[in-house]
């Protein structure tokens, strides 16, 4: 067998791996949300969805398992999005544009996860989606405020607010 070949076998093999992974991905993430749903966790003995997950026996931990419940619940039961699409997109950039999906973006979306890589992908979101108004200050009419000795109520209360604005 040529060095040629056998690469292409080795990709092949890749390939067939990356999508199992994939689907097993979005598999635990039904199982996980049955368990959580269904308090079934309870019948094992442990008191919360978070304790089961953090187990030794199971070892997902929460955050993981919170993303995979997430996932599952929000495209296979809120928008029904069929498994081939899922599994090419996959979980991790699912995870990605979860937060953000409406009915009317959603096939924009899934193409998006699909085609591009997750650093992309953020920025496609950040560009499309994540549009944040920011207030104009007027930093001149503060500036008159402060210098001339008037309007000192409500240069405090301008103050005020920008300091707000900054916290958000």
């Not at 199971?58 to 955050?63: E, L, M």
């Not at 997750?118 to 503060?142: F, G, H, T, V």
Request: glycine share 6%; aromatic share 12%; hydrophobic share 35%.
């Amino acid at each position: 067998m040529s060095s040629t070949t056998k690469a292409l076998v080795c990709h092949k093999g890749i390939l067939y791996l990356q999508t199992a992974i994939q689907g097993a991905f979005l598999e635990l993430g039904e199982r996980l949300y049955e368990m959580e749903s269904k308090n079934y966790y309870l019948d094992l003995g442990y008191s919360s969805f978070r304790e089961y997950t953090e187990s030794p026996e199971v070892i997902v931990g929460y955050r993981t398992a919170r993303r995979l419940v997430d996932v599952y619940s929000t495209f296979r039961l809120e928008y029904d999005v069929d498994t081939v699409s899922l599994v090419e997109a996959g979980y991790s950039k699912l995870d990605i544009i979860r937060t953000h999906v409406t009915e009317t973006n959603l096939p924009d979306l899934i193409a998006s996860a699909k085609t591009l890589s997750r650093d992309d992908l953020k920025i496609y979101i950040s560009e499309q989606y994540d549009k944040i108004i920011r207030p104009q200050i007027n930093w001149e009419w503060i500036a008159d405020l402060l210098y001339s000795g008037q309007g000192k109520n409500e240069y405090l209360e301008a103050k005020k607010r920008i300091g707000e604005w900054r916290q958000k």
